[in-house]
C-alpha cells in the first residue's frame, strides 16, 4: 500500500548538516515510499552583488551546483538502492524558494540541515530556518546535533490545545516504524494538583493510545515553578538522552510573540537535538489518515481531540 508521505523537500547548501539531513531522508523515503528533491537556492541579490551581474558566473555557479546535487543523490541511491531522487536548482531568496518549490511540488514535508547553534534563548533562529518554519503549512525537520539517535527516542511535548492529533500520528508513526520510545512530557501552569489536571488526564489517554498500538511510551507532567516550561522540556530531553523533539507550533500569526514566541522558539533554538514542527495549519501531510486503519482503533486521535 502506498503511504502517505509522497514527496520530501530538502533544502541543500553543501555543508555537513544539509547532507546529513539528505541522508536521513533517504532512509525515511525508503520506508514511506517517498520521493525526494533535493534544492539549492542561489541567493540572487547577493550573488549580483558580488559578481557586479555577471550571467557568466551565474551560469558557472548554476551548473556546478546541479553537478553538486547529481553527486550527492547518486551517492545516496547506491546507498540505499530504490528511493526516487530528483534535484533542483533556483535562484532568489532561499527560504522564499524553498517554500515555492514546497508548493509546486506538493510535497508533505520539508527537511532542513541546520548550521546554527543557539547560545541565547533570544538570539534569532538562523534565518532560513525561522522564516520556513514560521510559514510552512506541512511539517519541517530542523536537523541538528547528533542525528544517530532521532529514531530511538522523541520527546513530545503536550499541552491543552486541540491541534495535536497530527502531532500524537506523528509520534505513533515513528513508534511504528522505527521502534521509537515517546516520552510525553508537560508542565502545569495552574495550581491544581498534578493527578487532577486536565493535562495529566491527557498525557494518560496519549499513554494509553500507544501502548494499544504497541508503542512503548512514558509520561513526565512537571509542577509548577519559576523554571520556565521551555528549560524543563530541554533538561527532561537531555535527562532521557533523546534524539528528537516533536513540537507542535500553534501558528496563530507572523510575530515572535503569537508563533514561535517564548517556548516553541526557545526549543528549536536552544534544542541539541534535532526539532520536528508542526504547526497548526499543517494539513498537507495527514498522519492519522496514513495511520488510522492500523494505529487508532479507539479513535483516540481522530473523536478526541476534533
Same mark, same amino acid.
Given at each position: +500500500?502506498?503511504?502517505?508521505?509522497?514527496?520530501?523537500?530538502i533544502p541543500v547548501d553543501f555543508k555537513d548538516p544539509s547532507i546529513k539531513a539528505v541522508h536521513y531522508a533517504g532512509n525515511l523515503a525508503k520506508k514511506?515510499?517517498?520521493?525526494?528533491? /533535493?534544492?539549492?537556492?542561489?541567493?540572487?541579490?547577493?550573488?549580483?552583488?558580488?559578481?557586479?551581474?555577471?550571467?557568466?558566473?551565474?551560469?558557472?555557479?548554476?551548473?556546478?551546483?546541479?553537478?553538486?546535487?547529481?553527486?550527492?543523490?547518486?551517492?545516496?541511491?547506491?546507498?540505499?538502492?530504490?528511493?526516487?531522487?530528483?534535484?533542483?536548482?533556483?535562484?532568489?531568496?532561499?527560504?522564499?524558494?524553498?517554500?515555492?518549490?514546497?508548493?509546486? $511540488?506538493?510535497?508533505?514535508?520539508?527537511?532542513?540541515?541546520?548550521?546554527?547553534?543557539?547560545?541565547?534563548?533570544?538570539?534569532?533562529?538562523?534565518?532560513?530556518?525561522?522564516?520556513?518554519? /514560521?510559514?510552512s503549512p506541512i511539517p519541517v525537520l530542523t536537523f541538528k546535533g547528533d542525528t544517530s539517535k532521532m529514531k530511538d527516542k522523541i520527546v513530545v511535548p503536550?499541552?491543552?490545545?486541540?491541534?495535536?492529533?497530527?502531532?500524537?500520528?506523528?509520534?505513533?508513526?515513528?513508534?511504528?516504524?522505527?521502534?521509537?520510545?515517546?516520552? /510525553?512530557?508537560?508542565?502545569?501552569?495552574?495550581?491544581?494538583?498534578?493527578?487532577?489536571?486536565?493535562?495529566?488526564?491527557?498525557?494518560?489517554?496519549? &499513554?494509553?493510545?500507544?501502548?494499544?498500538?504497541?508503542?512503548?511510551? &512514558? +509520561? &513526565?507532567?512537571?509542577?509548577?515553578?519559576?523554571?520556565?516550561?521551555?528549560?524543563?522540556?530541554?533538561?527532561?530531553?537531555?535527562?532521557?538522552?533523546?534524539?528528537?523533539?516533536?513540537?507542535?507550533?500553534?501558528?496563530?500569526?507572523?510575530?515572535?510573540?503569537?508563533?514561535?514566541?517564548?517556548?516553541?522558539?526557545?526549543?528549536?533554538?536552544?534544542?541539541?537535538?534535532?526539532?520536528?514542527?508542526?504547526?497548526?495549519?499543517?494539513?498537507?501531510?495527514?498522519?492519522?489518515?496514513?495511520?488510522?486503519?492500523?494505529?487508532?482503533?479507539?479513535?483516540? $486521535?481522530?473523536?478526541?481531540?476534533?
Amino acid at each position: +500500500m502506498k503511504k502517505n508521505i509522497q514527496k520530501i523537500l530538502i533544502p541543500v547548501d553543501f555543508k555537513d548538516p544539509s547532507i546529513k539531513a539528505v541522508h536521513y531522508a533517504g532512509n525515511l523515503a525508503k520506508k514511506t515510499e517517498a520521493e525526494l528533491t /533535493l534544492l539549492y537556492v542561489i541567493d540572487a541579490p547577493g550573488l549580483l552583488d558580488q559578481f557586479f551581474q555577471s550571467t557568466d558566473h551565474l551560469v558557472k555557479i548554476t551548473e556546478q551546483a546541479k553537478e553538486k546535487l547529481i553527486e550527492i543523490a547518486g551517492q545516496v541511491k547506491k546507498e540505499i538502492p530504490g528511493i526516487e531522487i530528483s534535484t533542483l536548482v533556483e535562484m532568489g531568496k532561499p527560504y522564499g524558494k524553498i517554500l515555492e518549490v514546497a508548493g509546486a $511540488i506538493n510535497a508533505q514535508m520539508i527537511i532542513l540541515g541546520e548550521n546554527h547553534q543557539g547560545g541565547d534563548p533570544e538570539d534569532e533562529l538562523g534565518t532560513t530556518v525561522y522564516h520556513v518554519t /514560521l510559514k510552512s503549512p506541512i511539517p519541517v525537520l530542523t536537523f541538528k546535533g547528533d542525528t544517530s539517535k532521532m529514531k530511538d527516542k522523541i520527546v513530545v511535548p503536550l499541552d491543552l490545545t486541540k491541534e495535536t492529533r497530527e502531532q500524537l500520528s506523528a509520534a505513533l508513526f515513528y513508534g511504528l516504524e522505527y521502534g521509537a520510545k515517546i516520552y /510525553l512530557v508537560s508542565v502545569l501552569v495552574g495550581g491544581i494538583e498534578k493527578k487532577e489536571s486536565r493535562i495529566w488526564k491527557k498525557l494518560q489517554e496519549a &499513554k494509553e493510545m500507544l501502548g494499544i498500538n504497541g508503542v512503548e511510551s &512514558k +509520561m &513526565k507532567v512537571f509542577d509548577r515553578s519559576d523554571v520556565p516550561p521551555f528549560r524543563r522540556v530541554l533538561e527532561y530531553t537531555k535527562k532521557v538522552d533523546a534524539g528528537m523533539i516533536l513540537l507542535m507550533t500553534h501558528q496563530e500569526g507572523y510575530t515572535y510573540d503569537n508563533y514561535i514566541g517564548a517556548f516553541a522558539h526557545h526549543i528549536m533554538n536552544l534544542s541539541d537535538v534535532s526539532v520536528l514542527s508542526m504547526t497548526s495549519i499543517s494539513t498537507s501531510l495527514d498522519f492519522s489518515q496514513f495511520l488510522k486503519a492500523l494505529v487508532d482503533p479507539m479513535g483516540l $486521535i481522530i473523536n478526541k481531540d476534533r
